[in-house]
């Protein structure tokens, strides 16, 4: 699969995960290795990947990385993508 870029990666799995309840289900419990699996990418280890479903009892707000971090810290744990920007 040829992602350009983060925003793209995320897009798609926001969407298969939409259309997909075995897919989302994988997605919440298991995000990193589905993820992994689905983009034909290694995440660097010791990067974490989280998924979170809103509700309509919960919203989840994510907030940027700590400005105070060092950018090539975050390059470092980003594995050199931007995927601090969101299009939400």
Aim: hydrophobic share 35%.
């Amino acid at each position: 699969m040829a992602m350009q870029n983060a925003n793209e990666m995320r897009d798609h799995i926001i969407k298969k995960a939409s259309e997909d309840e075995a897919f989302r289900g994988k997605l919440l419990s298991e995000p990193k290795r589905l993820i992994e699996d689905e983009l034909g990418i290694t995440i660097p280890p010791g990067v974490t990947v989280q998924v979170h479903e809103n509700s309509a009892q919960t919203v989840h707000l994510v907030l940027p990385p700590n400005p105070r971090i060092p950018e090539s810290e975050l390059r470092a744990a980003t594995g050199g993508s931007d995927c601090t920007t969101s299009s939400y």
